[in-house]
C-alpha cells in the first residue's frame, strides 16, 4: 500500500527514481486536554532511466489535526485531522502532474472499555480522490479495537 495519488508515487512511471524527502512538524498542548498538531512535507524526485532520465518532480502534502482528551469518559480522545496527501505540484513531465487536489478528513474516537481494551470508531472522507475532482467522494467507517495484556 502507498499513500497519495498514483502519480505521487511513481512520478515518472515504473521509472528508477531517487528523491529528497524533506519534512517539519509540530505540536503544541496549550492545556493537558488539548492538542494541536501539523506537519507538512516536501519530495524532489529525479528520473534515474527511461527516456525521460534527468526529469524533475515536486510533490507537496500537508495535515493539521486537534486531540481533545477525556471528552466524556476519562482516558477518551476525540481526534479530527485535516490535510492534502501527497500530490505532483511540478514535474518536467506536464501529463505527469496532479491538475486537482485530494483531501483526507478522519476523525475518530478512543473509549476506553477497561484497563485492557479500547475501541476506537472513526470515519475517513477522501474528497477528490487521486486528486482529481471528477472522482466521486470517498467515505470509510472504521473500527479499531485494541487488546493490551
Not at 84 to 100: L, S
Not at 114 to 126: A, F, H, Q, S, Y
Amino acid at each position: 500500500n502507498s499513500t497519495g495519488g498514483t502519480l505521487a508515487n511513481q512520478p515518472f512511471g515504473d521509472i528508477a527514481t531517487t528523491a529528497n524527502h524533506y519534512g517539519i512538524q509540530a505540536l503544541v498542548r496549550p492545556t493537558s486536554k488539548i492538542s494541536l498538531s501539523g506537519w507538512a512535507g516536501y519530495s524532489d524526485a529525479t528520473a534515474q532511466a527511461g527516456p525521460n532520465e534527468g526529469a524533475d518532480a515536486e510533490m507537496f502534502y500537508r495535515a493539521a489535526a486537534l486531540a481533545l482528551r477525556d471528552l466524556g469518559a476519562k482516558g477518551s480522545t476525540l481526534g479530527v485531522i485535516f490535510g492534502q496527501p501527497p500530490r505532483v505540484t511540478d514535474n518536467d513531465i506536464a501529463a505527469r502532474e496532479d491538475e486537482d487536489t485530494s483531501y483526507h478528513l478522519e476523525a475518530l474516537y478512543k473509549l476506553p472499555i477497561n484497563d485492557n481494551i479500547v475501541i476506537t470508531p472513526g470515519v475517513l472522507v477522501i474528497f477528490n480522490p487521486e486528486h482529481n475532482n471528477d472522482n466521486d467522494t470517498i467515505y470509510v467507517g472504521t473500527l479499531r479495537t485494541t487488546f493490551k495484556f
